[in-house]
């Protein structure tokens, strides 16, 4: 099969290469707008792996991807907020398949109602949000609920390493809701909140508890949908330093002042200046999802799962879902026709490989007696 990655030699881009480039039922392609760095990382890949230019605001883009003979397009150019669909209506135009990396929020969740029918038409399979939320993030919640008759709330959050690779698009996504309202499922109903403001503590299994604060992404709006009678759903991000973590708080009161307009704009200044702190932090990072409700057994519970990512491997967790996708395609497993959002696309067992390939530990425990 012939795999474009578009953003192939970016922050995320770049892992999903390397490893898809070894797999012999995939013809890779590295795709993007500097034909110098994707054909040079292409031939640190060998194989049949080549680096092409291809511009997604190009107007020629359905030639282009016709040209290059697509047959599964992985979009990793992010950041997607402000994103319209102009990538993957090409995509079906072109009549290949279409995967991304999106976490904006709203091209994530209206992504179906948009897209279903263009590519039901084309014959063709189109995911948003393979990534870290919702694709392994909802294989968690069915993980640990499974059998349950009912869950009351699902509490999600990530604790990226300070020293792990950061990317400007990323960081430009995750200032974008900065100080903004974003809407919550609390107590059975929506209810506006602050984007990085209210944090609090979160306990991990192998790390030291940190505090965490709102982010604006698809589970929000998803899992509410998806779990029937869930009464509370929230998603935070939990930086490693407490001065990283201070500084994206002060900048959510600057915008509710009205004294920040665009905090995203500040992206390259700040991703440059990360690294000054990561001295204070270390190569470790992680993830915990709890979820509480009502067992098959008709008792309060709760369970957590946890990941720790030493070596500053966390990168590596939201390019798991694409590349474990992109291999189904590739040896002809069939995935749902039409347009999807990535939940419930994956089950949890399916991820563990990628897990133990760079040394990921996760831990499931029971803090049912701890429900007070």
Not at 70 to 79: N, Q
Not at 92 to 120: E, K, Q, S, W
Not at 280 to 297: H, Q, S, Y
Not at 347 to 365: G, H, K, N, S, Y
Request: hydrophobic share 45%.
């Amino acid at each position: 099969m012939k795999v474009l990655v578009l953003g192939g030699y970016g922050n995320f881009g770049a892992r999903i290469c390397r490893a898809l480039a070894p797999d012999a039922a995939i013809d890779l392609m590295i795709g993007g707008r500097d034909l110098q760095r994707a054909t040079s990382l292409a031939e640190s890949l060998g194989g049949t792996t080549r680096g092409v230019r291809i511009d997604i605001q190009s107007g020629d883009l359905v030639e282009s991807l016709r040209d290059l003979g697509a047959e599964l397009v992985i979009h990793t150019a992010g950041p997607f907020q402000n994103q319209d669909y102009r990538v993957p209506q090409a995509v079906a135009a072109a009549g290949a398949h279409y995967i991304d990396l999106a976490d904006g929020r709203r091209f994530v969740c209206d992504f179906p109602a948009a897209l279903d029918a263009t590519f039901r038409g084309a014959g063709r399979t189109a995911v948003a949000g393979a990534s870290t939320v919702p694709a392994l993030s909802s294989a968690v919640v069915d993980h640990l609920a499974a059998g349950w008759k009912s869950i009351r709330s699902i509490d999600t959050c990530i604790a990226p390493a300070q020293g792990a690779p950061r990317g400007v698009a990323t960081l430009a996504a995750v200032l974008a809701y900065c100080g903004e309202p974003v809407q919550v499922w609390h107590r059975g109903e929506w209810t506006g909140r602050p984007g990085w403001s209210n944090a609090t503590t979160v306990r991990f299994a192998r790390m030291k508890p940190r505090r965490g604060a709102l982010c604006d992404i698809p589970d929000l709006e998803l899992f509410p949908a998806r779990y029937a009678g869930v009464q509370s759903v929230m998603f935070r991000a939990a930086l490693e330093v407490g001065l990283a973590q201070h500084a994206f708080a002060f900048m959510a009161f600057m915008r509710r002042a009205g004294l920040l307009r665009a905090p995203q704009k500040l992206a390259p200044l700040l991703h440059s200046a990360g690294g000054v702190l990561d001295a204070l932090g270390t190569a470790l990072g992680g993830m915990v999802v709890r979820v509480e409700g009502t067992d098959a057994r008709g008792a309060a519970a709760r369970r957590a799962w946890h990941i720790a990512a030493d070596d500053n491997h966390g990168p590596e967790i939201p390019c798991m879902a694409a590349i474990l996708l992109a291999r189904r395609l590739a040896r002809g497993d069939a995935l749902p026709i039409g347009a999807h959002t990535c939940a419930g696309l994956l089950t949890l067992p399916e991820f563990q490989p990628e897990f133990a390939r760079w040394d990921m530990v996760t831990d499931v425990i029971d803090e049912s007696l701890a429900i007070s």
